[in-house]
């Protein structure tokens, strides 16, 4: 067989793979499907309940168990509480899940928690929360230089690609929003000469909470004139600068893009106080975990790229130098045009 | 006739004792697999001791007519200062011997101290009220331990103390239960067996009959309140051995927990009333009924909050019409 042969057919059967995955439905998998006849319990810990990234990904997990008849369920966790969580994941340790699938609030503490859940033989699946040590694997949307790239690029466009700006995060020390902010910040500096970090303050926290992020940039604003643009990061981030931009009638003038839920940000999207805001589904992103779940009780090789038999977790790849590390390619831009269509 | 004595001399602890009984027997027939597993009694058990020290020293201050509402600001401080040193003698990966911890119960107990001196202070001579003394008081260490620590987590110190008081004795007793046990049994004693628990008993009472007949009520209430620290700064070891990190903000829903297992229990928030039988009954039925709650995949984790408060309510209720005085037969 000739070397442009072999190219030829090796291209065609790479087609045909992406072709299948791409269409798959996770009740189609072989490992769901065994999942689904041993029983296996999966559950699922949100960060905060009662926040709508999660009651989204709620929907997912409950989604993905009436399709495919798999034990999965997602847990009310209260309001957001590294201890809460922790306890909450000991309990389910001791009633003897088959799998936890876990959205950290706090690396630390929870990893301590999941160190038990390994000694007891339970399946640990992350999200957001690739520092964890206790876990099999950790699935995250997209690699966090892609996606922190991504926001710069939405804040750019909107900034004209000129001006200071600084960066938002929930918490000084959550694992991946501050991955983006650094990411967001190193493409700047590749790509766009003319805007600058804000040196006194290139970090804030907005505790995942709107009011703070409202009340942190009216702040900004006011202490730093020249400033012109916040990238967030949490999805309460950028609608909270956003409400702060409308109050005081900047609109045009101060910009802000990042992470948003479509449906609580659609009037500030047509009303252009905000361009575009950055997302990904978490529904889809709890069916993921789940699926991987069930991939890993079932015995099956995970090898790159694995197949999640969902949109945009079709093609996940090892973060580089990680070997629990799964990244995918599921982000999506938001603006005035299509945030009717997504249904959330 | 003497069961209706024995009921009536702790009346708190029986009354919680039935809805106890119920709640497992509810869960019996509901959950029975689930619910009835030796692992599940030992992760409730490992659970409650770090509120459960917090509950027993406020319990205290509450007996005085005052509150505590510092316990979990003093609990954190203690665990990240605790982490700190460790880190400075023995190396964020060093490892440690059973002199760091001792050195750690060492740290807990001036924690303690200063904190429990500070509040008591405040309280009895500068005659702040124990609400906005001991607030102010754990604004002031959440703050501290919030720039202290940058607000991030400590996770990389000697992981020794945590590992050891994360372990069951004979797989049966964890060492977090033991050490709530030694301090309740402390506490109890103290209560019950010497001159400090009719003082304080007295002092909740009538604080001007207190004052008058001769007591030294400062030092009464500097010795409650610096019981309460100890306690508070012990269950923050807790806190940093079953999450193997200390942080600022662990824990802030445990100090309305802590009120309401108190009230629960039997002590009265005007003072003077309070039993170690009852706080405890009141620690176990509360971590038995939120732990099979959640056995309930239906039922949200909201609904705890919810029923938190409607127990509460009842107790009170139930305590005001079975003490009220009878009406004078005609």
Redesign the interface.
């Known amino acids: 067989m000739n070397k442009k042969m072999f190219s030829v057919l090796m291209s065609t059967v790479m087609a045909a793979g992406l072709a299948v995955s791409a269409y798959a439905a996770p009740a189609d998998s072989e490992s769901v499907k065994k999942a689904a006849d041993e029983g296996w319990e999966i559950a699922v810990v949100p960060k905060d309940s009662t926040n709508p990234w999660f009651v989204r990904m709620k929907t997912g997990v409950d989604q993905f168990a009436s399709e495919t008849g798999v034990d999965c369920y997602q847990v009310d966790t209260g309001t957001i509480d590294a201890v809460a969580q922790a306890q909450q994941v000991k309990d389910l340790i001791a009633q003897g899940v088959d799998a936890i699938c876990v959205v950290p609030v706090d690396i630390e503490s929870m990893d301590s928690a999941l160190k038990e859940a390994k000694d007891a033989g339970i399946v640990v699946i992350a999200h957001e929360g690739a520092s964890l040590e206790n876990v099999d694997y950790d699935i995250e949307a997209f690699s966090n230089e892609g996606y922190g790239a991504f926001i710069m690029q939405n804040l750019a466009e909107a900034m004209g690609e000129e001006g200071v700006y600084t960066t938002m995060v929930a918490s000084l020390t959550n694992g991946s929003h501050n991955e983006w902010a650094d990411a967001g910040v190193a493409y700047q500096k590749e790509h766009y000469p003319n805007m600058t970090l804000l040196e006194e303050m290139p970090r804030v926290e907005s505790n995942d909470n709107g009011d703070d992020a409202y009340n942190k940039a009216k702040e900004l604003i006011k202490a730093y004139p020249d400033l012109k643009g916040i990238m967030g990061t949490s999805s309460f981030d950028a609608p909270g600068v956003a409400r702060a931009i409308q109050e005081l009638g900047l609109t045009d003038q101060f910009f802000t893009s990042g992470t948003g839920m479509p449906a609580d940000n659609a009037e500030l999207l047509k009303s252009g106080v905000v361009k575009s805001l950055t997302l990904w589904d978490p529904a889809i992103a709890g069916e993921a975990m789940v699926d991987l779940a069930c991939k890993v009780l079932a015995g099956e090789a995970i090898e790159a790229p694995v197949n999640l038999d969902v949109d945009g977790y079709t093609e996940m790849n090892w973060r580089e130098g990680s070997e629990t590390v799964l990244e995918g390619q599921g982000w999506i831009t938001i603006d005035a045009e299509n945030v009717d269509s997504f249904g959330f | 006739m003497n069961l209706k004595k024995i009921y009536s001399k702790n009346r708190e602890m029986y009354r919680l004792l039935g809805i106890m009984v119920l709640w497992l027997i509810f869960m019996a027939f509901t959950q029975s697999k689930?619910f009835y597993?030796g692992?599940?009694f030992?992760?409730?058990a490992?659970?409650f001791p770090e509120y459960g020290l917090m509950v027993i020293g406020g319990m205290l201050c509450m007996m005085t007519g005052g509150i505590d509402l510092s316990v979990v600001g003093s609990a954190n401080m203690a665990s990240i200062l605790c982490a700190l040193t460790a880190i400075r003698l023995y190396g964020a990966e060093g490892s440690m011997g059973a002199g760091g911890y001792i050195l750690f119960f060492v740290i807990a107990v001036i924690v303690g101290l200063v904190v429990g001196t500070a509040n008591g202070l405040l309280v009895a001579r500068v005659k702040v009220p124990p609400i906005l003394a001991t607030l102010g008081i754990n604004e002031l260490l959440t703050g501290l331990s919030v720039v202290m620590t940058?607000?991030?987590?400590?996770?990389k110190f000697p992981k020794e103390f945590?590992d050891a008081f994360s372990k069951n004795i004979g797989g049966l007793l964890p060492m977090r239960v033991l050490v709530f046990l030694i301090a309740a049994v402390v506490i109890w004693f103290m209560l019950e067996r010497t001159t400090y628990g009719t003082k304080l008993r007295l002092f909740g009472t009538n604080a001007h009959v207190a004052e008058f007949s001769g007591m030294n009520t400062t030092a009464l209430i500097l010795k409650t309140y610096i019981t309460s620290g100890i306690c508070a700064s012990i269950g923050g070891l807790m806190?940093l051995s079953?999450?193997?990190?200390a942080?600022a903000?662990?824990?802030?829903?445990y100090t309305m927990k802590a009120i309401l297992i108190m009230v629960l229990g039997g002590v009265s928030p005007n003072g003077g009333k309070g039993k170690m039988s009852g706080v405890i009954t009141a620690l176990v039925l509360l971590k038995l009924i939120e732990?099979g709650i959640?056995?309930f995949?239906s039922v949200?984790?909201?609904y705890?909050?919810l029923i938190w408060g409607a127990v509460l309510l009842l107790a009170l209720v139930l305590d005001y019409l079975s003490t009220r005085p009878k009406k004078a037969k005609a």
């Open positions: 689930k597993t692992a599940n030992l992760t409730m490992g659970q940058g607000g991030a987590a400590i996770s945590c806190m079953s999450y193997a990190s942080r903000d662990y824990g802030s829903d732990s959640r056995r995949r949200s984790d909201y705890v909050t």
